[in-house]
């Protein structure tokens, strides 16, 4: 079984070949479908595959902004990017990060980093999580009110609506960002993305999994547009990532290749099952994915606080993850493949019809 | 004027990018990176790693810039052919219903 096994020629460790495809493949189809990056599956995942930490976050960083940058070629192609909008939110974003990293500094100077970072982890989570959830039951609710006045709900319709009350806070200059349909204050993307930017830089998270819920609800994003859109950052983000841990000598790029096979067909299928998913649906299933992120988080604190049960905690959190990623990647998987068949089955049908 | 206005905040991004681009690692990386000199043993390899492994421990840079071309090209390559593979299947890749926000 030596040939599934590859030796890695700047970290020196022997990789498990095709537990990197499976990886690449697995992120590609979460982060294509939900717009991140998701360094919180795949960090961990090439930690336990046998990369020490460092060359982990390199690794992760460089198969990132490649795989990005494939969903955001898909998604731009579907008419799921505004290329305005991501710039102008790229602006907030370096500020925020960057404040974001200097207060990690200060609090490292307090001694209190640690503790405050993981429990804003966890508070953030538990947080959007509700975001999520109460914003699928207000919708609900809406449509049960609708049918028994006989009437159908617009499909436009939302659950949470913060983004219309911020839209009429008119400070110049306004603009409209044609794709997303919205025209509101420069000042909004800017001050969302400073804020996601800030939580990403304390965090030390790419920042997917804040930004494209904040899209959505604060600056009124259609949710297939967020996905497109978030992507496009994590790209530029990415590259710059790519060459900063490169130039720190901690990238293993035969790894991240290997990885990018797997994830150059994952993105397809991601972006593509976004085809077939209406809005409401990506939104419940990104809510489980936090929910499954939340758990994990929880698991670490947890094991922290008492560490006599880590024997318990370590591979629970492990199993919380993969566990996840598998679930999930499935279920998006079945529901591209559902509907492609059905988009070739009409295809097959229509010249007959005709 | 709008164009000034949009002018002006394009202007004001670049100029914040350049002083903020360090922050930017920390956010797409997931953290910092530890203090370790790393130096390829290249005992075990041969042929393309071996050159690849050489160039790391001579120069960095080169290997940064190497590193930056090589993850964009390979990215458009693979999505290139994962489109015509998905195409070739009959899937459409250029339209898509918008069934709700």
């Given amino acids: ?56 976050i390199g690794t992760d960083v460089a198969q990132m902004a490649g795989k990005s940058l494939i969903s955001t070629m898909r998604h731009g192609k579907f008419g799921n990017v505004d290329y305005g909008l991501g710039l102008t939110m790229l602006v907030g974003t370096i500020v925020g990060v960057e404040v974001g990293a200097q207060m990690v500094m200060w609090l490292e100077r307090l001694g209190s980093v640690d ?24 919708r609900r609710k809406k449509e049960r009110e609708a049918r028994a006045q006989n009437k159908e709900l617009d499909h436009a319709a939302t659950g949470v609506d913060w983004a219309t009350r911020l839209h009429a806070i ?12 919205i025209t509101c204050s420069a000042w909004l993307p800017i001050f969302v993305s400073f ?25 009124g994003c259609p949710t297939h547009l967020a996905v497109g859109t978030d992507l496009f950052e994590v790209a530029i983000s990415g590259l710059y990532g790519t060459a900063s841990y490169a130039y720190k000598g901690r990238v293993e790029l035969l790894a991240a290749l ?48 008492f560490p006599a049960w880590s024997w318990l905690l370590s591979p629970a959190a492990t199993i919380d993850v993969l566990g996840f990623v598998t679930a999930i990647s499935l279920y998006i998987t079945v529901k591209m493949v559902q509907g492609a068949k059905a988009e070739i089955a009409a295809k097959k049908n229509q010249p007959a019809a005709n | 004027m709008k164009k000034m206005q949009r002018l002006w905040t394009w202007l004001a991004g670049c100029a914040l990018m350049v002083a903020a681009l360090p922050g930017m ?44 071309a090589i993850i964009p090209v390979v990215g458009c390559i ?21 069934s709700e926000k």
Wanted: with cysteine.
């Fill in chain 1, 115 to 138: 503790k405050v970072v993981r429990w804003l982890y966890v508070v953030l989570l538990v947080l959007l999580a509700w975001l999520v959830f109460h914003d699928i039951a207000a």
């Fill in chain 1, 195 to 219: 804020f996601t930017g800030w939580l990403a830089g304390i965090l030390g998270i790419g920042g997917g999994l804040i930004r494209m819920p904040a899209l959505v609800y604060l600056v």
């Fill in chain 2, 25 to 68: 690692a920390l956010a797409a990386g997931g953290g910092k990176v530890a203090n370790v000199v790393v130096v390829a043993d290249t005992r075990k390899l041969d042929g393309i790693l071996y050159w690849w492994a050489e160039m790391y421990n001579e120069s960095h840079l080169f290997f940064a810039i190497l590193t930056m």
């Fill in chain 1, 258 to 305: 290997i990885m990018l096979c797997g994830a150059a067909i994952g993105a397809q299928i991601g972006v593509v099952a976004t085809k077939y998913v209406k809005g409401y649906g990506i939104r419940f299933v990104f809510g489980l994915a936090v929910i499954g992120c939340l758990v994990s988080v929880l698991c670490k604190l947890i094991e922290a606080e």
């Fill in chain 1, 1 to 56: 079984m030596d040939w599934l096994y590859i030796l890695m020629p700047i970290s020196g460790v022997y990789i498990f070949w095709p537990g990197l495809v499976i990886l690449g493949l697995g992120v590609g189809i979460i982060g294509g479908f939900f717009g991140m990056g998701g360094a919180w599956m795949v960090t961990p995942g090439l930690n336990i595959l046998g990369f020490p930490m460092a060359f982990a």
């Fill in chain 2, 78 to 98: 693979l999505g290139w052919l994962a489109d015509v593979v998905m195409t070739h299947m009959g899937i459409d890749l250029r339209h898509r219903e918008l």
């Fill in chain 1, 170 to 181: 008119k400070i110049p200059p306004v603009l409209h960002f044609k794709q997303a349909n």
